[in-house]
């Protein structure tokens, strides 16, 4: 089966990276969650994708130059094409991990740290993987590849991904060479063939992100691992016809 992964949540519906956004993902019949974590400047592990928080919130400023206490009192749906009444907030990876004690998701963490490397992120996120016993539902990835590679040594039995967005020669070979067991290439880098192949190997792939319905309907045919996408309730109907 093609597992469906909510890119930043239901960010097709809901304001992105949001607890509104992860708890629509899960009513809309996705597998897992997708989300970004960077560090405010006290040490938190917070989920939001951009290095500032100007596109996303009413605030303005770098998130590692901010406290916890700061982006809380932000509303994160200020600039969201969504309508909602209700303020949304930046959750923390702790707040999105008691949640996840309530389900069964997968949760796809990217650490946002090919600018900014955030030193000491994977020691901070992979200790709150271990506290909620989570090391078999969440999957790590990241434009970082160094980033993996220390992952790995840190806790071999996290799972991991590169992001990549340019076409591989054997990306599964080089996913293997960082002791990943899956790829998440951007969706028009890899062909059908390369997907079959990957999977052939043993390594997994999660193409990003992956809206439109013609593509859905192309990787659940071929059997592609997992999706990610904006829109887990259109995938979800989608999937239905084919598995």
């Known amino acids: 089966m093609t597992f469906i992964f909510a890119h930043r949540g239901s960010a097709g519906t809901h304001p992105e990276n949001t607890m509104e956004a992860f708890i629509a993902a899960e009513k809309d019949g ?18 939001i994708h951009d290095l500032t928080v100007d596109r996303t919130t009413n605030g303005s400023g770098y998130v590692n130059e901010l406290t916890f206490s700061e982006l809380s009192k932000l509303k994160a749906n200020y600039h969201s094409l969504h309508y909602f009444k209700k303020s949304c907030r930046i959750p923390s990876l702790r707040e999105v991990f008691e949640w996840l004690e309530g389900n069964n998701l997968l949760c796809n ?17 992979i200790a709150l993987v271990r506290e909620f016993c989570l090391e078999k539902r969440v999957i790590i990835s990241s434009f970082n590849h160094n980033s993996l590679v220390l992952c790995r040594e840190i806790e071999p039995a996290i799972v991991t991904a590169p992001l990549y967005n340019e076409v591989l020669y054997k990306p599964w070979d080089y996913a ?15 062909s059908d063939q390369e997907i079959q192949d990957a999977i052939a190997c043993g390594v997994a792939v999660r193409p990003y992100t992956v809206n439109k319905e ?30």
Do not use: W
Not at 109 to 124: D, R, S, T, W
Not at 176 to 190: C, D, R, V
Not at 218 to 243: H, M, V, W
């Open 30 to 47: 996705a597998d897992g969650i997708e989300l970004d974590v960077q560090l405010t400047v006290d040490g938190e592990v917070v989920v």
């Open 109 to 125: 963490i990217e650490l946002k740290n090919a600018v900014n490397p955030y030193k000491g992120m994977e020691e901070m996120v």
């Open 176 to 190: 293997m060479s960082l002791g990943a067991s899956g790829i998440h290439p951007k969706l028009k880098s890899i």
């Open 214 to 243: 013609k593509d859905m309907k192309k990787l659940f045919a071929i059997n592609c691992s997992a999706i990610i996408t904006d829109y887990p309730g259109r995938a979800y109907r989608l999937r239905e016809q084919y598995q």
